[in-house]
């Protein structure tokens, strides 16, 4: 082991031409979507191979991760990204991720107005397109309808153009040198000084302004929030500032001088992301806005590329829907390398042949899974336990069970408790009546043993999957009831299943996952107790789920 080689970055040749062909335009008609299973390398192509080249020259990129606040899993924390769906860890604060969202945007803003893009007639005129700035500016300036000023200017009013100047002024004389430092240099002119120092109190300004406005919202949106109803105006009030923003640096770009684009990674943690009051909405309604007004900013005056990177199989289909029509995104589906580029690029440097042959049996070429194979190899832990009896399948024994014990296991309980919710919900009413249609595996769920139904219908699931060969195409036979299986729902939410969007299957996120899928089925078989034994067959032969209709076609892997 002391000629272990390092881990190395491949290149991904076609993927990062597409990206790259992507964000070479400075402003562009839809977001994109990079999307795929967990573990095929989506956040390392972005940063190991792209982030340095979309930061140099003309080009700006914004980057903003929503899972660094989740001290338990990110690698800035000395942590691994989970296996397992987002939605099993600590969901963040939702003020946390805005903080990010926009802190990102307003230093993109700052270094267009350092490049003489972004002035303060562009941050008045965007604004007031869009908002009535009057009455704020005036409680900005401390103007009520008993002062002098009010009283002189009822005959003739002061016009929003005159009341942002004034408070642009005020700003303009508050800003600090911290403010002002790495905007512009000490050495250029008062002239230049004075306009740079402008536009930094203008977007100052402009912040405050959509605050105030904000401010007036929240009695409504508690009111809102109580009566459980939605209100597009006050969904968009949310996402005001950072959509202003994006509009602001898509009009400031320019071909081979500023060219801006954003990078949200891990999107999907916006939808369950924790309120810390009622006068807020909701993270979903937060995710819904944001990503319904980059796409309408794109569409009517184009906006800068923005990329998406999820892991979430809702943004390969169901996301397409949910906002509009099937071509709404760009899409652009990774699933990392195939067996044959595995063993071009592993066989040789990091494994033997014989050992790739047990991984891919095993494991499949997930990048993530090699990589923790080969560090667990190395490892001196590992090591010390060795003795001249163990071979390679001994680290593959050692590695499955910690993905059965430490991931897949953990999902499961979490897939039951959803489906026990399921249940309950089903009986408090709140489950629409055709989803227990007739003939539906899951229908007339009980009163009482919920926690038994729970786990024999998600045997009975995983069983069916077992009998499809773990890839259901839900558009066959225009299949889409698929997707309303509560078992396959709650197998989707946790992260252990994934939804392709070409070829349309549903299977796990990888070939080791399936496998330990596979392990709980036979555990849990072995565990049941006569009675429940009997209640799973019954289930099977009565109302199984039965998908082999569904099942891959041949060829395709």
């Given at each position: 082991m002391a000629n272990a080689k390092p881990w190395r970055i491949i290149p991904r040749p076609l993927l990062e031409t597409v990206l790259n062909n992507h964000v070479q335009h400075h402003r562009v008609p839809q977001p994109l979507i990079l999307h795929?299973?967990?573990?095929?390398?989506?956040?390392?192509?972005?940063?190991?191979?792209?982030?340095?080249?979309?930061?140099?020259?003309?080009?700006?990129?914004?980057?903003?991760?929503?899972?660094?606040?989740?001290?338990?899993?990110?690698?800035?924390?000395?942590?691994?990204?989970?296996w397992i769906s987002w939605t099993m860890c600590p969901p963040p604060k939702l003020v946390t991720l805005k903080t990010q969202l926009e802190d990102c945007l307003e230093s993109m803003a700052h270094r267009a107005i350092k490049l003489g893009t972004i002035s303060s007639h562009q941050i008045f005129t965007t604004l007031t397109k869009w908002h009535s700035t009057t009455t704020a500016l005036d409680q900005i300036l401390n103007v009520n309808t008993i002062s002098k000023m009010r009283i002189v200017n009822k005959k003739n009013?002061?016009?929003?153009?005159?009341?942002?100047?004034?408070?642009?002024?005020?700003?303009?004389?508050?800003?600090?040198?911290?403010?002002?430092?790495?905007?512009?240099?000490?050495?250029?002119?008062?002239?230049?000084?004075?306009?740079?120092?402008?536009?930094?109190?203008?977007?100052?300004?402009?912040?405050?302004?959509?605050?105030?406005?904000g401010k007036w919202r929240e009695n409504a949106i508690q009111d809102l929030n109580s009566r459980g109803g939605f209100s597009r105006s006050l969904a968009h009030s949310a996402t005001d500032w950072p959509c202003l923003l994006l509009e602001l640096l898509s009009l400031a770009a320019e071909v081979d001088y500023f060219q801006p684009k954003l990078v949200i990674n891990n999107?999907?943690?916006?939808?369950?992301?924790?309120?810390?009051?009622?006068?807020?909405?909701?993270?979903?309604?937060?995710?819904?806005?944001?990503?319904?007004?980059?796409?309408?900013?794109?569409?009517?005056?184009?906006?800068?590329?923005?990329?998406?990177?999820?892991?979430?199989?809702?943004?390969?289909?169901?996301?397409?829907?949910?906002?509009?029509?099937?071509?709404?995104?760009?899409?652009?589906?990774?699933?990392?390398?195939?067996?044959?580029?595995?063993?071009?690029?592993?066989?040789?440097?990091?494994?033997s042949q014989s050992e790739w042959e047990v991984i891919n049996e095993v494991l499949g070429p997930n990048s993530r899974h090699l990589f923790e194979v080969y560090a667990l190899k190395l490892s001196n832990d590992y090591q010390k336990e060795m003795n001249?009896?163990?071979?390679?399948?001994?680290?593959?024994?050692?590695?499955?069970?910690?993905?059965?014990?430490?991931?897949?296991?953990?999902?499961?309980?979490?897939?039951?408790?959803?489906?026990?919710?399921?249940?309950?919900?089903?009986?408090?009413?709140?489950?629409?009546?055709?989803?227990?249609?007739?003939?539906?595996?899951?229908?007339?769920?009980?009163?009482?043993?919920?926690?038994?139904?729970?786990?024999?219908?998600?045997m009975d699931f995983i069983q069916s999957l077992v009998n499809a060969g773990f890839a259901v195409n839900y558009f066959a036979d225009w299949s889409l009831e698929f997707l309303e299986d509560p078992a396959a729902d709650s197998l989707l939410q946790v992260g252990l299943l994934y939804t392709q969007r070409d070829p349309s299957y549903i299977r796990p996120v990888s070939r080791g996952i399936q496998r330990c899928l596979v392990r709980w089925l036979v555990q849990e078989r072995l565990n049941l107790s006569l009675k429940h034994s009997i209640q799973f067959q019954w289930q099977r032969v009565i109302r199984g789920r039965s998908y082999r209709h569904l099942l891959k076609q041949v060829g395709v892997k």
């Open positions: 795929g299973p967990r573990g095929v390398g989506k956040t390392t192509l972005i940063l190991e191979r792209l982030f340095e080249k979309w930061n140099t020259g003309p080009h700006v990129t914004g980057y903003v991760d929503f899972a660094e606040s989740i001290k338990e899993y990110h690698p800035k924390h000395g942590q691994s990204y989970p009013r002061v016009s929003p153009s005159n009341l942002w100047e004034t408070a642009v002024f005020k700003f303009s004389s508050a800003l600090s040198e911290q403010e002002l430092d790495g905007v512009f240099d000490k050495s250029i002119s008062v002239e230049e000084s004075s306009y740079y120092k402008e536009a930094m109190a203008a977007l100052k300004l402009a912040k405050e302004v959509i605050r105030v406005q999107i999907e943690l916006l939808k369950n992301a924790a309120l810390e009051n009622d006068r807020m909405i909701c993270g979903s309604t937060y995710h819904d806005s944001l990503i319904w007004r980059i796409i309408a900013l794109g569409a009517n005056e184009r906006c800068l590329p923005v990329v998406f990177v999820t892991s979430d199989g809702y943004y390969s289909y169901r996301a397409f829907i949910d906002f509009g029509f099937p071509d709404v995104f760009i899409s652009r589906e990774t699933f990392g390398w195939s067996p044959a580029e595995g063993k071009l690029h592993m066989v040789g440097d990091y494994f001249f009896d163990n071979t390679f399948e001994d680290i593959m024994d050692l590695y499955l069970a910690y993905l059965q014990v430490s991931v897949v296991n953990p999902a499961m309980d979490k897939a039951l408790l959803l489906l026990e919710k399921f249940a309950v919900d089903a009986q408090n009413g709140k489950i629409p009546e055709d989803t227990f249609r007739v003939g539906a595996p899951w229908r007339h769920p009980p009163k009482t043993d919920i926690a038994v139904w729970a786990k024999v219908q998600l």
